[in-house]
């Protein structure tokens, strides 16, 4: 299976041209059709829940390639599929290896990446892969490989929980974790990939496994905290999360005291806050 990425080319002028979209639009279309695997996209589609998407679907799939954050990353692939679940994601790796292993293949969470959306790839966007689950027995939290910070966000905030993600709230769980993950909870809590307990990961043979430090992946999961991509395609994290307190503060925070007193004030005063 292909793992390489190629770069793409400046196309903001492009993007506001439809005649030079429609061109590269067929192009997308045309290398489709010759691809060696074209003819076994059913074979595909009947082995996934979620969505096969072409470029014979014109406005679906310049919707599905518009997601890409960057609009200089907004390629044109051959094919972009959508899994539901696990099993789908598989069955997808599967097909690759059965029949593309030639073809450039991309993965997409938040689609910030450069490389998530590709001339003449075959995209696995986890868009739908986005499920968020709270154990509060455990203090974790379960999260789908393509959620975006604030899904998780919003199912943690009803309890008071955190913990460290990202700073940017449409940046996608799975990129940000396996890079590291810095956030405004980070001085207090490390960085994301330091709070990863466990993860479910779709391996290059389509084997799905679950890693973590006390099982056989134990090599995999310390791979995946950090280390990036190309360990295989990760559809879930299992995620400690913490207490925090009624207020908390962020970011930078500036306050004018010109002189000994009344910045011991400040201090004083933000002391008596965290105390709450």
Known sequence: MSMFYNYIPRMGACE?????????????????????????????????????????????????????????????????????????????????????????????????????????????????VSHVKVNQEYMTVEVGGGCYLKDVDAALMPFNYGTTFGTYPETGIGGLATAGGFGWLGRKFGLTCDNILEVEVVLASGAIVVANNNNDYADLIWGIRGGGGNFGIVTKFVIKIYQLPPYCIGGTVVNLAPTIASALKVYTKFDQMLQV
Request: proline share 3%.
């Open 16 to 128: 506001s041209n439809s005649a030079q979209s429609d061109v590269r639009l067929n192009g997308a279309l045309d290398g489709l059709k010759a691809a060696k695997y074209y003819e076994n996209l059913d074979e595909l589609r009947s082995s996934v829940v979620g969505e096969v998407i072409t470029p014979e679907n014109k406005d679906l799939y310049m919707k599905a390639r518009e997601r890409a954050f960057n609009q200089d990353h907004r390629g044109y692939p051959n094919l972009i599929i959508r899994p539901k679940n696990v099993g789908d994601v598989s069955s997808c790796i599967k097909f690759v290896n059965k029949y593309a292993k030639d073809v450039i293949l991309c993965v997409a969470s938040g689609c910030h990446s450069s490389r998530c959306m590709l001339n003449g790839a075959i995209v696995i966007d986890l868009v739908h």
